[in-house]
């Protein structure tokens, strides 16, 4: 970022098998912190993000769900904007992949690579991750059978395949990791460039054991293959600005990007591939690639199956989105794996924000009103607390190098120590005995110098938590601005006099934890079991908080083909609207008498597939002579209220 006039920064495309979680969300919100922050420096700013909708993972989720794949790719892209633009992420384009111009980009795109001799046909034999969506050699995996990566059985294939010319840019490649460093953080391009001087294998590209993807170029007459995933979906961040449309102009003006930001599972991805087959198109190539670590929860891997996975809206609705914005820019250093624990946010939100932040500036506002009519007059400011203004120039100075790094945990730490100076400055030359004393001018320039903290902290945090700062800088009668950025952080300006406005405070404390809490460990609870309850079918209160018990409203039912029992419902539980459920109950429900009735479900059964179908959870049912009974609520409930 560091003295370039343009930025093009990107996230990952999310694949569209899932709705989002925190993971999706930490690495949206950086992008969007880091655009955020060009913008405001006045740079030509190019946000991208989006979704990706094509491969096997995506076609399997599909049909289990009885969909086809555009229908059911449509409904969770649409997914992934909505809460985007719930978030307020200001991104500048959401591509997807079923795009007709990003297809139309990569069949330009493949031609290019075919006919400069990069891409020959051949035939691939080897062992496939469906979930990962990668090719893995014997060696790699482990147990002669499982993804090295994700851990999940592999699929064996003997395929006509097209491949791409990997290995011819191996040295080309190792050249570009020492030359330019183009890997962030450092430990991560070790690791990249181990993996590459290990040797590289020439990467299939193509597949035909299924159609979910982008047809080859028309030219190469070979209808049954489709693009590898991964090449279809790197390719985004050049379809992305017109390449391979009527306008390529965007191309001109922002490419080479200047960061991808990713997750560490995607690096090799894009750090060996993606430049790889920049090269041989023959564009240049990413200037950085930064590469975050993964959230667990309570030290836990999260999975739907354990009920563990962190919804981000739910986090947002009840702590606001900025807290949560700055929490997890500021828990974990960038790269470094972190965990989410509400405790964690509470004290971050209470001592960080609420007392070094939100307090300073009730005490300014309550000081001002008491002794100076709300006036904040900064004229003597440097007479009397230069030192102090010294000290924080300094600090506001260091900070940029940080964000070119990626260490936005590091910024925020560094920051802090601004408001450290400032309340120290308070507890030390105490305004009040200042007024006692009749030093009138000395305590206007120690409130001038706290208002000034504050308004070159609001430019500085800006990118982090957009609206709380606009509120902050209202407050000092200023606004967030580039011109103003320019005046106050370049220029080292100070206010003019000015009358400060009373707001709300800015960050209410949290008295008690807000979230529902993550399931109890099964482990736990069965040693708990075994110690208290010698009563065989007796379960503790714990074992029966495992199970999670909602209130959902059936949206979709239909009949399951071939079969007498199963009726496939899709209901909503709150927060996620489509949860399909396979339930047994064709012999006493038709599907119109429960489209829009309430029912009761195990929302966090293991999924089972019934039918070749995904079912994800259980109704509960009674059933005797009379026949069966759903179990529903006396009065209509929220869709997702749980049962206890
Ligand atoms: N579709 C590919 C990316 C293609 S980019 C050309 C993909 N999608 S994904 O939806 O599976 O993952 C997207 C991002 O989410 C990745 O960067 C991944 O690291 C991140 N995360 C997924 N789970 C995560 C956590 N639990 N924690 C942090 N980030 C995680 O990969």
Redesign the pocket.
Known sequence: MADCKKFYLTT????VNDVA????A??TIIADTIARYARLKGMDTFFLTGT?EHGQKIEEAAKLRNKNPQEYADEISNSFRKLWDEFEISYDKFIRTTDENHKKGVQKAFKIMFEKGDIYKGEYEGNYCVSCETFFTQTQLIDKEFCPDCGKPTRKLKEESYFFKLSKYEKQLLDWYKEKTPILPKAKANEVIRFVEDGLKDLSITRTSFEWGVKLPKELNDEKHVVYVWLD??L?YLTALGYGSDDESLVDRYWPADLHI?????LKFHAIYWPAFLMSLGFELPKNIAA?G??TRDGEK?SKSKGNVINPKEVADAYGLENFRYFMMREVPFGADGDFSEKALIDRINNDLANDLGNLLNRIIGMSFKYFDGEIDSSKVKEFYSKELNEVEEIIDSLEPYLYDMQLHKYLEELWKVFSIANKSIEIYKPWELMKENKRDEAMALLGLIANILNKASFKLYAFMPKTMEKLSFALNSSIETDKYTYYIDEKNLLPTFKLNKIDPLFPKIEKPLLKPAPVKVEVAKEKSKETNKDEGIITIDEFFNVSLKIGTIKVAEEVKKSKKLLRLEINLGEEKNRQIVAGIKEFYSPEDLVGTQVAVVANLKPAKLMGMLSEGMLLAAKDENGLHLMRPEAPKKEGTPIK
């Open positions: 990952p495309i999310y694949y979680h925190i993971g999706h930490y690495t990706d979906a790197l985004n990713v997750g560490k599972d995607i975050h993964w959230w999260m």
